[in-house]
């Protein structure tokens, strides 16, 4: 079946460094890639998506990009903020819709001034 | 906007007792709902996935009389656990999408933390 492993956390990092989540999957076909943020308090939130080998998906800076010779949608930033703290979830779809949802176990990102 | 609120946030029950937890798309009509289940540091697990109107559809491994899915609105849907014990314990959430089959993007509850006692 599909399922999706990223690197456990927590991530500590000081503001304005470089940021790097790594995230594989492994399914059938070819899946849709997401990366949600879930801020304190809050519900998970689109941050950004690919959907076919070679996409690169961004957003507030974040960018991932669909490797599908590697299986893999690593989330980078190149200066965090301490607003960036929250947690990162991978995600995929093997719909090519955002239903079914496969999720990794998510990622806390703590920065630090 | 797309905003999900879920109801209660934190709910402490005894064993034996049935828990319902709310969830609501409060400036969007939801045509999809999706039920989650989250233990600690592992993955968000789809539970089932309901249509407004129609009965859901449950993930193998779910006890549909177990956890009652009621999606009776466009802005509602509401889990219901059963005859709760412990191991219901858990972290769950809820998604919504506007369209049929949640072929939008899905908008995520806050999350309910359920502890049976």
């Known amino acids: 079946g599909d399922s999706v492993t990223q690197m456990e956390g927590p991530v500590t990092l000081s503001e304005e460094a470089f940021l790097t989540i790594n995230c594989t999957y492994t399914a059938t076909g070819y899946p849709s890639l997401f990366w949600y943020v879930q801020y304190p308090g809050e519900g998970l939130q689109l941050l950004l998506k690919a959907t076919k080998a070679d996409d690169k998906g961004s957003n507030k800076g974040f960018e991932a990009t669909y490797r599908k010779e590697t299986t893999s949608f690593h989330l980078e930033k190149g200066s965090v903020q301490v607003s960036d703290s929250a947690v990162y979830f991978c995600?995929?779809?093997?719909?090519?819709?955002?239903?079914?949802?496969?999720f990794g176990t998510g990622t806390r990102l703590q920065v630090t001034l | 906007g797309a905003v999900v609120s879920q109801h209660p946030s934190r709910v402490i029950c005894k064993s034996g007792t049935s828990v319902k937890i709310e969830c609501r798309s409060l400036d969007f009509q939801a045509t999809t709902m999706f039920w989650y289940r989250q233990f600690p540091k592992q993955s968000l697990m789809l539970m089932a996935t309901s249509n407004e109107g129609s009965k859901a559809t449950y993930e193998q491994g779910v006890e549909k009389d177990k956890f009652l899915i009621n999606h009776a609105s466009l802005t509602l849907s509401t889990l219901t656990v059963t005859s709760a014990h412990p191991e219901d314990s858990s972290f769950y959430i809820c998604s919504a999408s506007r369209t049929s089959g949640g072929a939008d993007t899905q908008y995520f509850g806050p999350g309910t933390r359920l502890t049976v006692l």
């Open positions: 995600a995929l779809s093997d719909t090519g819709t955002a239903s079914k949802l496969t």
